[in-house]
């Protein structure tokens, strides 16, 4: 059986666990470029982990400038197996009100300044994103809000925006009638690489407050919001340390066939491939490069 080593993706509140064993940070290089920071890895509840700040610490990247593709190369480069993004959102509905954590199961990009694919013109291919999120670690995550008495809920939509700004008042109400969950400025393209790089993945959005379309929007402070995102990090921590005993050290693969969904997906000629692109995606396609 494979062993699970599980990335997790998310800000400084989430990596500072307690029984984080062998914790140690290290430098990981990337043919895409400089990852966010340096991967902290250690063991938790007997799992492999390995925590990577996407804004690094310090939180010195926006979200447009963030290398998104050096991260998930310097996940699966260091063996991570699995996936789970921490990310603060904003709700777009009454009933997922503030200190919600929110497993979304899919995703509308409206971002538009960010390399979003591994592949191109020497190496093509196009991956199925119709079912984005791992329904194994989305479940072990709604497990572990439930027994950690964390308000949640499972399924639903992440529409991922440029920013850094955020919406105006008919943007969130165009993505309100789009039926959207949660809006946030991260998951994409972190999903669609990770993806690409056949690595399960999962997202727990972490709602801070209403959108600008709500009508008590105006009336919430910064202390309160700080407020709700201290709590947020806190039981994200809790969720975190929780979700490792659901999740075996011996892995069991995606029901959704992630690990292997390159073996379909390459479209060019192997007297074809541009040698350059081919050494970059060693990491991220090295198992279909092999054969």
């Known amino acids: 059986m494979a062993k699970t080593v599980l990335g997790i993706i998310g800000g400084s509140g989430v990596y500072d666990i307690k029984g984080l064993e062998n914790a140690r940070w290290q430098a990981v290089k990337s043919p895409w470029g400089e990852p966010s920071d340096q991967l902290l890895t250690g063991t938790l509840q007997g799992v492999d982990m390995v925590f990577l700040p996407r804004h690094g610490r310090g939180h010195i990247q926006a979200p447009s400038s963030i290398n998104y593709r050096a991260n998930i190369d310097a996940l699966k480069r260091i063996g991570v197996t699995d996936v789970i993004s921490v990310s603060a959102c904003g709700s777009l509905k009454?009933?997922?009100?503030?200190?919600?954590?929110?497993?979304?199961?899919?995703?509308?990009?409206?971002?538009?300044?960010?390399?979003?694919?591994?592949?191109?013109?020497?190496?093509?291919?196009?991956?199925?994103?119709?079912?984005?999120?791992?329904?194994?670690?989305?479940?072990?995550?709604?497990?572990?809000?439930?027994?950690?008495?964390?308000?949640?809920?499972?399924?639903?939509?992440?529409?991922?925006?440029?920013?850094?700004?955020?919406?105006?008042?008919?943007?969130?109400?165009?993505?309100?009638?789009?039926?959207?969950?949660?809006?946030?400025?991260?998951a994409m393209p972190e999903a669609k690489l990770a993806r690409e790089a056949e690595l399960p993945y999962a997202i727990v959005a972490m709602v801070t407050d209403y959108d600008c379309w709500h009508d008590d929007h105006d009336s919430v402070t910064v202390d309160a919001v700080i407020a709700v995102m201290k709590g947020n990090a806190a039981n994200a921590?809790?969720?975190?340390?929780?979700?490792?005993?659901?999740?075996?050290?011996?892995?069991?693969?995606?029901?959704?066939?992630?690990?292997?969904?390159?073996?379909?997906?390459?479209?060019?000629?192997?007297?074809?491939?541009?040698?350059?692109?081919?050494?970059?995606?060693?990491?991220?396609?090295?198992?279909?490069?092999?054969?």
Not at 107 to 117: L, N
Not at 156 to 169: A, D, H, K, L, M
Not at 237 to 242: P, Q, T
Request: charged share 25%.
């Open 237 to 291: 921590r809790k969720l975190i340390a929780a979700v490792a005993t659901k999740l075996e050290p011996e892995r069991t693969p995606c029901p959704l066939g992630v690990e292997t969904m390159l073996d379909v997906a390459v479209m060019t000629a192997p007297d074809k491939r541009d040698p350059a692109l081919m050494a970059k995606l060693d990491a991220v396609a090295g198992r279909v490069l092999k054969k």
């Open 94 to 186: 009454e009933e997922l009100p503030p200190g919600t954590f929110l497993m979304a199961d899919q995703f509308i990009d409206r971002t538009f300044a960010r390399e979003k694919s591994f592949y191109g013109p020497g190496f093509v291919a196009h991956l199925p994103m119709a079912h984005p999120v791992c329904p194994r670690l989305s479940d072990a995550l709604t497990l572990a809000a439930r027994e950690q008495k964390i308000s949640h809920d499972q399924g639903g939509s992440y529409i991922c925006i440029e920013g850094p700004q955020f919406s105006t008042r008919a943007e969130s109400e165009l993505y309100r009638s789009w039926g959207c969950s949660v809006i946030g400025m991260t």
